[in-house]
């Protein structure tokens, strides 16, 4: 099945740290924590409870900020 967004506790243009977890994606039984693989500007790409396909990008990191 395909991967849902759950959730995410923060703001779009919200400053984050590096290994900050940013979303709960969930797919079928599992859920994962994702974290951020660096600092910088969060940016959400998708709205909660969105179903995505394999490998969709969900939201990026604006270095610096």
Excluded: C, N, W
Aim: aromatic share 4%.
């Amino acid at each position: 099945s395909f991967p849902t967004r759950r959730s995410s506790d923060l703001d779009d243009g919200a400053h984050i740290e590096m290994d900050q977890p940013i979303y709960l994606l969930a797919a079928d039984k599992v859920e994962m924590e994702v974290l951020a693989p660096t600092a910088g500007v969060f940016r959400r790409l998708v709205e909660e409870g969105e179903t995505l396909p394999v490998g969709a990008l969900v939201a990026s990191i604006e270095e610096g900020g």
